[in-house]
């Protein structure tokens, strides 16, 4: 097991079964050293752990442990594609989109779910440049949706 | 004629004139291996195809066909970096923002326009990592634009 | 004092100290000869330059110029990484974020005042890619965020 996992799973979490993409697209491309992970959604079991715009059915609490859920699934898009997550070298940029109620405007609190997430897995190789916004709607109503792009060694 | 372009035909589809941008940037740049485009609207023959809000106005079938219109420009400006469109090692990533009334969600299905129309263009190579999401508003009230990142050989 | 500062301080303009994330990451992070910004909201002097949604409370003049603070501290984010702007070999990137009533659609006007500062500081080598969007709602209220990927020579 990876350190990475290993960190996980001292926080009671395992990288999920990677999600199969809803449309006509692959859940990560490397390039390169480079790996771009599609926006990921919270789905958990094969559901979406909730639905709904952050500031009117879903709580900031309630999207910040989505955004989580989202980030695990980014690290088990890039883990199937590189394999060992311990050879990722750094973890690049974040995007965050938060399905918002235009009245509300605490994207960087939600977003820190899946930034938090990534720091804990990856230790100061996990600590990115980021970006969130709020948006009006995303697939499925999914509350948040996370892309992320790593280096990897070699 | 590039492969690409024969498949494109085959199609009944030609690379259009590179459209020019609607304020201050280029519709692409190269660095290195990588090619970013900008954002590009569904103009056809030098206007907009369809306005408004998708879930709104603007169906989502329609939509689908319009982001297909976004991503043959986004090939026509690939094409004028790059000249051989043969030369593109891969599709990268996409990222499809949908105009939404704040109750459509369906936008995967809206973005599989860009994303069957670069894999029916580019084979194997034209399947990608993709973030769709679904905002408040695009430039000129278009209902879907599309950005890409593509690799190419050398 | 670097030729990049030299042509924003004809302008007026002095490259500000980096902007605190407000939040768990970093204004920037560096891999190979990529750098990636967060994104950058209108702070200048430690505040938000103004708050509210584009077409609604702020209007689209105002708004290009909260969009050229966004890129100054973009820049600054550049410069706490990299430390000689005049190694920047190209802006590549530029995705500007604009909060946006749903009937504002004059999203490219506001994102070029990003644009345009990049270009006066950069020269030739501001010229970039860019996507411009119109968001629900922004961190804070901003009614612009901001985002930059350049290359450095090496």
Chains 1, 2, 3 share one sequence.
Request: aromatic share 4%; charged share 15%; proline share 6%.
């Amino acid at each position: 097991m990876s350190a990475v996992e290993e960190r996980l799973s001292a926080l009671g979490l395992t990288v999920p079964e990677v999600v199969p993409p809803v449309a006509a697209y692959v859940p990560v491309v490397r390039d390169g050293n480079l790996v771009f992970t599609s926006g990921q959604l919270p789905m958990a079991g094969g559901a979406l752990a909730a639905a709904g715009k952050v500031g009117a059915e879903v709580s900031a609490e309630d999207a910040k442990g989505h955004a989580a859920t989202c980030a695990l699934n980014a690290i088990a898009a890039i883990k199937s594609e590189i394999g060992d997550l311990d050879t990722v070298a750094r973890v690049i940029k974040v995007v965050g989109f938060v399905a918002s109620d235009p009245s509300f405007t605490g994207q960087p609190g939600v977003i820190n779910g899946a930034s938090e997430l990534l720091a804990q897995a990856f230790g100061d190789k996990g600590v990115h440049a980021r970006s969130a916004v709020g948006v009006a709607a995303l697939p499925l109503d999914a509350p948040v949706e996370v892309e992320v792009i790593v280096s990897v060694e070699g």
